[in-house]
Every structure is written in structure tokens, then in C-alpha cells.
């Protein structure tokens, strides 16, 4: 067994988000917080500073800087893109190339771990402040998960708002995480957190900040389905692991999908298998 590369990665996230309502749901939080949140950004500057860390293929990124442009109409916004992952880079210029409506943003990418980009930074001395900073669903790959939240809320501007997407306490995966964690394979290299383990963080760094919940599901149904392509890709996404259905032990197998069916993981809704992929978005003062 072994962990999925960065490609194996893009292709069973995809997989993901074709079954699951992950965008959907934040879909619904742009629609209905979003816009009050951005409000009170650059309190009358000409140019808004924004930065995005660990924006995957920039889907979730052109939505907000599309909100962004209608709360603050004819402002200028300069959005900087930190993502290690070349394919990902590749697709979100793509996107960028195909959007008419963007004249007043700039672009700039960051080919780079957040890490690495806080290294470089700190090695400059210079230090950027932004306006609004957005990290969505990225701190599960982080190793320093504390540091890396007060490094980037050093970072913004006075006014300004991070905004953390992250798995919530109610959540699947939340109990996944804690009570069947012997049923996910030492391959999986991430890092096991929901949004309590950010507000612990944001309480210990006395900061303000406010959690919205977001109700989202994942139908895991093919998960079940011995010789499913999509199950397969779908297992691999949950366990980061390469062809896990295929390489881990039956008794492995046969416990993880014995865990997916709890009903603190999953509910069975028309005959199909819908794992709970709550959302909890924690916006958090300068």
C-alpha cells in the first residue's frame, strides 16, 4: 500500500466532488454570508489585497472574487494564489484565460506549499498585508497547523477577515477520525482535523472569530460495489491512498466500509449510502 501522488490525488478528488455537495454547499454560504462579510473589507481603498492558500484548480477563488467585485463595484483587487500542485496551477489560469469579466483583478501564483511560501516570505522580511485571506479545506495537509494560522493572520491588513473552510464537529469524517481511525491505513498522510481543533487555535491566539454551519453530503455509495472504478477512486480519496480496495488487507476493507456505514458517518436516503460532509466556515477578525 502507498500514498496517492499528487496526480492520483487530483483524479480521486475529482471523483469526490462529482458525488459529494462540497461546492454546492459552499455555494450556499457565498450566496447567503459571503457578501456581508465582504462588506467591511478595504474600508475605501482602491485596491483590495486578497490571498488564496492552497486554491486547487480556482473554482471556489473566482467565485468569491466575483462577489467581491459586486460588493466593492469598479475597486481594484489584486489576488495572489499560493498552490503546489502544477496541475492545479495549470487549470486555474486555464479558467482564468476563459473569464471575460475580470479586468480589474491581477493574478499572481505561487507555485509553492503554504510552508514554503511562509518561508519565503519571512527569508524577504517584507511582509504583504492583505485584506482578505481565504484557506479552504487545505489544513488537513499542513504540518505545523497552529503556526501556520497565526502566520497567515499576521498577514492581513487592518479590517481584514481569514476565512477557514474546514470539516465540521458533526461530520462523518469526524467520527471516522476519531472513533474508527484503526480502519484508515498509516498510507494516509493527512492530518486528522475538524473545526474545533481551529477554534482551539484561534481561542489560544485570543482572536475574534465566527463558525457558520453548513450542511453537505457525499454519496459513497459505489464504495460498496466490488469492481467499481468510481468506489475505487472514491476509496482512495478517503483513506490517500493508491488503489486501496485493491491492496489493503480484506479485513481492512471490510472494517473501513463497516465504519462508512455507522449512522454518526452516513445515512441511507433512496437507497443510497450518503456520507455526512458537513462544513463549518470560521471567519476570523484581523
Not at 9 to 35: G, I, R, W
Not at 58 to 64: A, R, T, V
Not at 193 to 218: A, C, H, M, N, Q
Not at 220 to 236: K, P, Q, R, S
Request: charged share 20%.
Amino acid at each position: 500500500m502507498r500514498s496517492l501522488t499528487a496526480e492520483e490525488y487530483v483524479e480521486a478528488f475529482k471523483t469526490f466532488l462529482d458525488h459529494s455537495t462540497e461546492h454546492q454547499c459552499m455555494d450556499e454560504f457565498n450566496k447567503e454570508q459571503l457578501p456581508n462579510i465582504m462588506s467591511g473589507l478595504g474600508h475605501g481603498k482602491s485596491t483590495i489585497n486578497v490571498l488564496g492558500v492552497g486554491s486547487g484548480t480556482g473554482e471556489q477563488d473566482l467565485k468569491m472574487i466575483r462577489i467581491l467585485q459586486a460588493v466593492h463595484p469598479g475597486v481594484l483587487i489584486d489576488n495572489e494564489i499560493v498552490e503546489p500542485n502544477p496541475q492545479h496551477v495549470a487549470a486555474y489560469k486555464e479558467l482564468v484565460n476563459q473569464a471575460p469579466d475580470l479586468q480589474n483583478v491581477s493574478f499572481i501564483w505561487h507555485q509553492l506549499t503554504s510552508s514554503e511560501y511562509e518561508q519565503q516570505v519571512k527569508e524577504k522580511g517584507t511582509h504583504k498585508k492583505f485584506d482578505f485571506i481565504h484557506m479552504i479545506q487545505m489544513l488537513y495537509r499542513v504540518e505545523d497547523i497552529p503556526n501556520t494560522i497565526k502566520f497567515f493572520h499576521s498577514c492581513l491588513d487592518l479590517h481584514g477577515k481569514l476565512l477557514i473552510i474546514i470539516l465540521s464537529d458533526s461530520s462523518g469524517w469526524a467520527s471516522l477520525w476519531k472513533k474508527y481511525r484503526d480502519c484508515l491505513p498509516s498510507t494516509d498522510s493527512g492530518h486528522y482535523i475538524t473545526s474545533s481543533g481551529i477554534t482551539d487555535v484561534l481561542k489560544r491566539l485570543g482572536v475574534e472569530y465566527r463558525v457558520y454551519e453548513f450542511p453537505s453530503g457525499w454519496d459513497i455509495t459505489e464504495c460498496f460495489v466490488e469492481g467499481d472504478a468510481v468506489g475505487g477512486l472514491m476509496m482512495d480519496f478517503l483513506t490517500g491512498t493508491k488503489d486501496f480496495l485493491g491492496t489493503a488487507p480484506p479485513a481492512l476493507r471490510q472494517r473501513l466500509r463497516e465504519a462508512l456505514c455507522q449512522p454518526e458517518c452516513s445515512s441511507t436516503k433512496d437507497g443510497r449510502i450518503i456520507f455526512s460532509n458537513n462544513l463549518s466556515m470560521i471567519v476570523v477578525e484581523s
